[in-house]
C-alpha cells in the first residue's frame, strides 16, 4: 500500500461505494499482489486503498479519458474547469456539445472537464446515454455544487499516477489476472423491482445476459484461485447465481429513486470467494 492520502472520489456516481466503504474494507484478502477493479465508476474502493498496483477498467471511454487526464494533465483540468459556471442555460450548452461536430475536435482535457462538469451538475448525478451514446441526463437543481474542488483533484492525480488504465468490459481481466491478484467487480445491479431497472449506464445497458457472463467469470476466476469480492442487490437472481459462494447482507441508503417516500436503507450483498 502506498502512503494513505488524504483523497476521495473527484465525481459523484450513482451506486457509489463511499457509504459501504466499512463493509468492504473489512471483508479484503488479508494481501494480495494487485488490484483490480472492472467497473470503476467513481472509484470509492479504489481511492480508500491506495494499493500500489492497480488496474482500473471500465467500459465508458469517456470515464477513462477523465481518470486519464486527472492523472496526467491535471493542471490544465484545472484551469479549464474554472471557466464552467452553474447555469441552465450553460449546462444544456455543454450537454448538447456532443451532438455537434466540433466536439470530436475537442481535447481529452476538454472532454474530461465537461465529464466533470455535467456530472456535478446534471440530475442526481446519473450518467446516461442515449442511443448515439450522446449524454441526455436533465439539469440538477443544487444550492452550491462544487464543480472544481481543485485540492482533492490534485490528491486524486496522486493516488492516480501508477495506475493502469483501460477501456473495456469485464471479461478483459480474466487474461490479466493471477492467483496472487484481488478483483473487486461493481456492477450496475439487477433491479430489486420492475420499476428500479436503472442499467442505462453505457448504451444498451447491462442485461441479464450481461450478469450471467459476470458470474460465469467468477466461477473461472475460482477455479483458478483468484480472489474476488462482488456487490450486487439482493435481488433473488443475484442470490440464484452466486449461491456457491460466500453471500453477506449489508444495509446501504439509496437515493436514485424520484419519489423521496421512496428512498432509504435497502439491502445489498457482498459476495466472495474467500
Partial sequence: MK???KVRPFLKWVGGKSQLLPEILKRLPVSYSRYFEPFVGGGAVFFSLQANQVYLIDINPELINTYKVVRDNVDALIDDLKQHVYDKAYYYYMRNIDREVEYATWSNIQKASRFIYL???CYNALYRVNSRHQFNTPFGRYNNPTILDEENLNACSGVLKDAELAVGDFRTIE???TPADFVYFDPPYIPLTKTSSFTAYSCGGFDQNMQQALCDLCHRLNDRGV?????NSSAPPVLELYKPFKIEFVQASRAVNSQADKRGKVSEVLVTNY
Fill in 3 to 5: 502512503a494513505s492520502i
Fill in 175 to 177: 487474461s490479466m489476472v
Fill in 119 to 121: 456530472n456535478k451538475t
Fill in 227 to 231: 480472489c474476488f469480492m462482488l456487490s
